[in-house]
């Protein structure tokens, strides 16, 4: 166990921009409470520096949104920060705010072997307080897939933290094995062989130990996030998670809750294209203005 704050960046690097005199990205390696290094990467977020020549009001507000809302990106599972679908989501999100992504224990850069969904609310927590540390007026959780389950836990179980949470192509229990794809996850988590596939075939170390003890559910977890608004989105041809997922986590949220059913969109970063994000941006901006 470390004794360092969640979110103490153990190493960072800044690289300033001496033309444009823009604030490059930051990137850092956090210290979460059970002592994983987690690479972590800060992006001010184009629409800071993206402003209108004549410098009328709407150059001023579009600075404002700008600078108030900081997004905390919770990629999926076999993901990492660097994965091009990643900093797709990062680059459109940009748009609206400031940006962190980072990846979760046993993918990418960052230490540790995944626990595919229960420890990775500490990853999120020590990236969610060193995203406060810029000063941002306003945090929003955007988890996909398995970070669209962590975001709901980790509002549910850290009261007060965020100010919006958006969950993507979430599921809402645990241990769902009714499609094809979800059977080959199950198939690579629980196995030797499935784990060697996902270290060698995408880069995951997967952690050996079953849960114990079980976490809350994401269903659960969305029972308890109000007052924070939440956003679930889901396509209809999602491979993973049939329609009953979401439609639980947005009724379990009640007043609270909103859900998007996305015609013809599949499962998590892949499936969610510019034209989305973009609507997830402006709903945040008017969900927490």
Avoid: C, K
């Avoid at 229960?118 to 406060?132: C, G, I, K, P, S």
């Avoid at 810029?134 to 962590?150: D, P, Q």
């Avoid at 939440?230 to 909103?258: I, K, Q, T």
């Amino acid at each position: 166990m470390s004794n360092r704050p969640a979110g103490h960046a153990a190493r960072s690097t800044v690289r300033p921009n001496s033309e444009t005199g823009r604030r490059a990205p930051i990137r850092t390696f956090l210290r979460t409470d059970d002592g994983i290094p987690i690479d972590s990467v800060y992006e001010p977020g184009a629409a800071v520096y993206e402003m209108p020549s004549d410098g009328g009001p709407s150059a001023e507000s579009t600075e404002r949104e700008a600078t108030d809302i900081v997004f905390v990106v919770a990629h999926g599972f076999t993901g990492d920060a660097d994965r091009p679908h990643v900093r797709r989501i990062a680059r459109a999100l940009a748009a609206y705010g400031a940006v962190v992504s980072f990846s979760f224990r046993g993918h990418g850069a960052s230490g540790g072997r995944s626990t595919v969904g229960d420890q990775e609310v500490l990853d999120l927590a020590a990236a969610v307080a060193w995203a406060r540390g810029f000063g941002h007026a306003r945090l929003v959780t955007v988890g996909f897939s398995m970070g669209g389950s962590v975001v709901l836990r980790h509002a549910a179980l850290n009261p007060g933290t965020v100010d919006a949470v958006v969950s993507v192509s979430a599921p809402a229990r645990w241990y769902y094995r009714g499609t094809a794809p979800m059977r080959r996850l199950h198939w690579m988590v629980t196995r030797p062989a499935g784990r060697l596939v996902g270290r060698y075939g995408f880069r995951t170390r997967i952690h050996h130990r079953d849960w114990s003890p079980v976490p809350l559910s994401p269903v659960e977890a969305a029972a308890r996030i109000a007052p924070v608004p939440l956003l679930v989105v889901h396509g209809d041809s999602d491979a993973y998670f049939p329609l009953d997922h979401p439609r639980m986590l947005a009724e379990a949220a009640g007043e609270h809750g909103e859900l998007w059913l996305e015609p013809g969109m599949g499962h998590a970063e892949h499936a969610a294209d510019d034209a989305l994000l973009a609507r997830i941006g402006e709903w945040v901006r008017a969900r927490t203005h």
